[in-house]
């Protein structure tokens, strides 16, 4: 790869720094960070166009794993490569995981950490920026009616059906109706463009796959190795995000007699509050079986799957883009894309926060906050706090 293929693009300790503040800053889970994704470098920065930014996302959300992360790391790596692409995911996911590390070794000293009326003002606070960015990134992507009536159908499907692996059917099933319809999808200098070589990507896909082979060998539920396996196991099998991990999570860890209900679902609140990705609780998870080199491993071990598959698929995504059918399809899974986070907008984000005509009230006030009077994230959110302590 030539060295000038980055010439101008920020330095990784810029890119760091950039991600950094969105993972200081970014509330609202997967959904939420895709719109401050897409206002910080689409509208913002201009990266990348619309459409390639959708062509992000909708490999991202066809890939098993933490989809927001993985558009970050993309991001990165589209902006200055593999040292891109770390800095993007350090900067967004240190913030979360240092807190529920924090949060798991100080868990004994403070064990209401995660109850509270503060927990509760952030959820209602989570619904208004998921609805934002649902519906700044509906704009974007469904301009028409065609495309409005897929991601429509889309949500239908998923809250009437609420399988896991018809999250991964519906996608498909809008990139047909996208083919069928024959979407215009324009092809120009703005889409994506991926700078790799072509064998890379068969390394990363078999690495994944030898890891993956290696994490269901029987291990000691005592020691590191035991929560490397079970993590790198739901990040590798799991569609759908960090809400969807939850279950496998507590398979592992619950079920099995390793952690207490209360302890699990105690990290998981606190979870919920923290900006960044949620696949952050496997700090605290890993922090609470085996300290700090458990925290380290847990993280590591569910981002990792996620991340090669994406560095196996970025080449391939490229080739099925330049052609037209292929483009209709795009078309019709990028529409997709904004009928599944309207669908995460009411299971889990609404359903988990919003029982009472106060909680309407508060997401109203919160979302006006957000959509028309443009309070920052970063002011929004411990105002949020503060008020769900004093209210509810």
Not at 48 to 51: E, I, K, N, P
Not at 108 to 116: C, H, R, S
Not at 123 to 129: D, I, M, R, S
Not at 271 to 281: D, E, I, N, V
């Given at each position: 790869m030539s060295k000038d293929v980055y010439a101008g693009a920020l330095p990784a300790w810029q890119i760091f720094l950039l991600f950094l503040r969105l993972g200081l800053t970014s509330f609202g889970g997967p959904a939420a960070h895709l719109g401050f994704f897409h206002e910080e470098f689409v509208k913002r920065r201009r990266w990348?166009?619309?459409?390639a930014y959708g062509e992000v996302v909708a490999l991202c959300q066809l890939l098993p794993g933490p989809a927001s992360s993985q558009v970050g790391l993309t991001l990165g790596f589209l902006q200055r490569g593999y040292s891109g692409a770390a800095a993007a995911w350090f900067g967004f996911?240190?913030?979360?995981?240092?807190?529920?590390?924090?949060?798991?070794?100080?868990?004994?000293?403070?064990?209401?950490?995660?109850?509270?009326?503060?927990?509760?003002?952030?959820?209602?606070?989570?619904?208004?920026?998921?609805?934002?960015?649902?519906?700044?990134?509906?704009?974007?992507?469904?301009?028409?009616?065609?495309?409005?009536?897929?991601a429509m159908m889309v949500a239908i499907l998923l809250l009437t059906v609420g399988a896991t692996w018809m999250q991964i059917l519906a996608l498909l099933m809008a990139g047909a109706a996208g083919v069928a319809l024959k979407l215009p999808q324009k092809q120009s200098e703005e889409a994506l463009t991926i700078p790799m070589q072509t064998r890379r990507p068969m390394v990363f896909f078999a690495v994944f796959v030898v890891l993956l082979l290696l994490a269901f060998l029987p291990l000691a539920s005592d020691s590191l190795g035991w929560i490397w396996a079970e993590l790198y196991r739901a990040g590798a099998l799991v569609f759908g995000g960090g809400h969807v991990v939850l279950p496998w999570l507590q398979e592992g860890?619950?079920?099995?007699?390793?952690?207490?209900?209360?302890?699990?679902?105690?990290?998981?609140?606190?979870?919920?509050?923290?900006?960044?990705?949620?696949?952050?609780?496997?700090?605290?998870?890993?922090?609470?079986e085996g300290g700090l080199a458990g925290a380290a491993v847990a993280v590591v071990a569910v981002f990792l799957p996620g991340t090669l598959l994406v560095f196996a698929g970025l080449p391939l995504w490229s080739y099925i883009r330049s052609h037209e059918v292929a483009r209709a399809a795009l078309a019709g899974v990028n529409a997709g894309v904004v009928g599944l986070l309207l669908a995460a907008l009411y299971d889990p984000v609404w359903?988990?926060?919003?029982?009472?005509?106060?909680?309407?009230?508060?997401?109203?006030?919160?979302?006006?906050?957000?959509?028309?009077?443009?309070?920052?994230?970063?002011?929004?959110?411990?105002?949020?706090?503060?008020?769900?302590?004093?209210?509810?």
């Open positions: 990348l166009s619309d459409s996911t240190l913030p979360s995981a240092l807190l529920m590390t924090l949060f798991a070794m100080g868990l004994g000293l403070w064990p209401d950490a995660g109850e509270g009326g503060w927990i509760t003002g952030l959820k209602l606070f989570v619904v208004a920026v998921v609805a934002q960015a649902v519906w700044q990134m509906g704009r974007s992507l469904c301009p028409d009616s065609p495309r409005l009536s897929i860890f619950v079920a099995s007699g390793n952690m207490p209900a209360d302890t699990f679902l105690a990290g998981y609140g606190v979870a919920q509050a923290m900006p960044g990705p949620l696949f952050s609780f496997s700090a605290f998870l890993g922090g609470t359903t988990s926060a919003v029982n009472s005509s106060g909680a309407i009230a508060f997401v109203l006030l919160t979302w006006v906050s957000l959509a028309v009077w443009r309070v920052p994230v970063w002011i929004l959110a411990p105002l949020s706090a503060l008020a769900g302590l004093m209210l509810f």
